[in-house]
């Protein structure tokens, strides 16, 4: 039976792959949670209100996606305090890191197809 499922892994050499788009993973791809995950990449460690005003949302938008990333576990949230402030910060998971890069290949893929395509006029 494994040999089985292995074979089924393998992709026929006349089965065209899977469009690119069917891997695109809508937790991440949403734009404001694809934004949220892009800038915590890129600064290691975001607090709330930078992301409030880098996205131009409401608290309670934010609040909402970061839930939904979190719940994913493709994000951390520490609470903590900043003299006497409080503040929320927003670090990437290892999760998080990998279902970025993943989501970041398939659209380089989707991308490199319109690409290539010839446009409408030259067909």
Not at 4 to 20: K, L, S
Not at 38 to 61: D, K, P, S, W
Not at 96 to 121: Q, Y
């Amino acid at each position: 039976m494994a040999a089985v499922t292995a074979e089924a892994d393998i992709p026929h050499p006349d089965v065209p792959p899977a469009h690119p788009v069917n891997g695109l993973d809508d937790v991440v791809h949403q734009r404001v949670r694809l934004g949220i995950l892009t800038i915590a990449y890129e600064a290691r460690r975001v607090e709330f209100g930078y992301l409030r005003t880098q996205l131009e949302l409401t608290a309670g938008n934010l609040s909402k996606h970061l839930g939904v990333l979190e719940n994913a576990e493709l994000i951390a949230v520490d609470k903590g305090y900043e003299g006497r402030r409080g503040r929320t910060w927003i670090t990437l998971t290892a999760a998080g890191t990998t279902a970025l890069a993943e989501e970041i290949a398939r659209l380089k893929l989707l991308i490199t197809r319109v690409e290539t395509t010839d446009t409408p006029e030259d067909r």
